[in-house]
């Protein structure tokens, strides 16, 4: 089986974080190439606190909407393997004492369910996809 836009593929990868699935996942995941035969493999890096913060300072109400809504993430990618998160995470993880902004969780391959209540919050997974874009 191909996994079209995987890390198992040719396919470029849109910009993500890696093991949103695990309770506690990579802060930091370097990769060392010690040989390479072929093309392709260019990386692109993105500063997610900063791009967090300008969020914050355009648009404090999106910011709140992807720091309070949870989803639930799981491994993709991996023929016959399912690795499924017991906890919901926000994109935007905060520390419960300082409040500061501690992790990024961002891979939309990985997302699987929102943890929300839509009787009691009919419109929230339509102001998250608005906060995300």
């Not at 910011?63 to 023929?79: E, M, R, V, W």
């Not at 990985?110 to 419109?123: C, G, I, R, S, W």
Request: hydrophobic share 40%.
């Amino acid at each position: 089986m191909e996994f079209k836009d995987s890390a198992y593929s040719s396919d470029a990868l849109d910009v993500h974080t890696d093991t949103n699935y695990f309770t506690d996942s990579a802060g930091l995941q370097l990769f060392h190439l010690l040989s390479h035969e072929g093309t392709g493999g260019a990386s692109s890096l993105v500063d997610g606190f900063y791009a967090a913060r300008t969020l914050q300072e355009n648009s404090a109400k999106d910011y709140a909407q992807l720091a309070q809504t949870k989803l639930f993430y799981h491994a993709s990618g991996n023929a016959g393997l399912s690795i499924q998160g017991q906890t919901a995470f926000p994109v935007l993880v905060h520390d419960e004492i300082t409040k500061m902004l501690t992790q990024i969780r961002w891979n939309s391959a990985d997302k699987a369910a929102f943890a929300v209540d839509l009787e009691a919050q009919p419109n929230e997974l339509n102001n998250w996809y608005i906060a995300a874009r």
